[in-house]
């Protein structure tokens, strides 16, 4: 089945910088989505980009499909970007998501 | 639109006891979805319904756990005889199917004590 990876598992910032996430997946993926999740908190879905380059706010995320790979770039990052960035993409049957481990991220003031 | 909502948020249930997690997903939308979160596991896939039909429920545990979706509108998953292992977040999620964007609820935090 599809396989989820995520780097860097953990991630620190000065506010005002930078980040870069990355996504590798083991198979093709009809669908790849990007989520945030607080401490204790819910899944929010940030971005749905199974290939190509999308934006929305201060993310870009860029999925190249043959690569098997996606990335999530935060930019001007805040303290209120703190928490867990979770990557989940499909098999090429759709419908299921697999989901990575993660990347903690602390943005500090 | 609301979102996907799950009831209850919290619950705790004694060893042995039955458990029910209710979803009701986003209006419209004909996939839903059942996932479980632990630190140790991460999330993992429970089941799947379309248009109501269980389509695959390859993630969950055999003998105590059991998804229905009665009408469109709620979907639950039940789980008898729990015990501590199935102490987890149970998240509900939806989407309008295919490829399209899924939505997740904020989850049931499932404790057996």
């Known amino acids: 089945g599809q396989q989820v990876q995520q780097s860097p598992a953990s991630l620190v910032l000065q506010e005002g910088e930078n980040a870069e996430l990355q996504c590798n997946f083991s198979?093709?993926?009809?669908?790849l989505q990007w989520f945030y999740q607080s401490p204790g908190g819910s899944l929010v879905s940030l971005l749905s980009n199974p290939s190509g380059t999308k934006h929305t706010g201060r993310l870009t995320s860029t999925t190249v499909t043959k690569e098997r790979r996606s990335s999530l770039h935060i930019s001007s990052s805040q303290t209120t970007d703190s928490g867990t960035y979770l990557c989940?993409?499909?098999?090429?049957?759709?419908?299921?998501?697999?989901f990575g481990t993660g990347t903690s991220l602390l943005v500090d003031p | 639109n609301a979102g996907v909502i799950q009831t209850p948020r919290h619950k705790v249930t004694g060893k042995g006891q039955e458990a029910t997690l209710w979803c009701e997903p986003i209006?419209?939308?004909?996939?839903v979805f059942w996932y479980r979160q632990t630190i140790v596991q991460g999330l993992e896939f429970l089941t799947y319904f379309r248009n109501q039909a269980p389509i695959d429920d390859s993630g969950m545990p055999k003998e105590r756990f059991s998804a229905q979706m009665p009408n469109q509108s709620h979907s639950t998953l039940k789980i008898q005889s729990t015990q501590p292992q199935d102490s987890a977040v149970y998240l509900c999620?939806?989407?309008?199917?295919?490829?399209?964007?899924?939505?997740f609820g904020k989850g049931t935090r499932l404790t057996v004590v």
């Open positions: 198979s093709t993926a009809t669908q």
């Open positions: 209006s419209g939308h004909s996939a």
């Open positions: 999620a939806s989407s309008l199917g295919g490829n399209t964007e899924v939505f």
């Open positions: 989940a993409a499909s098999s090429n049957m759709g419908y299921k998501l697999t």
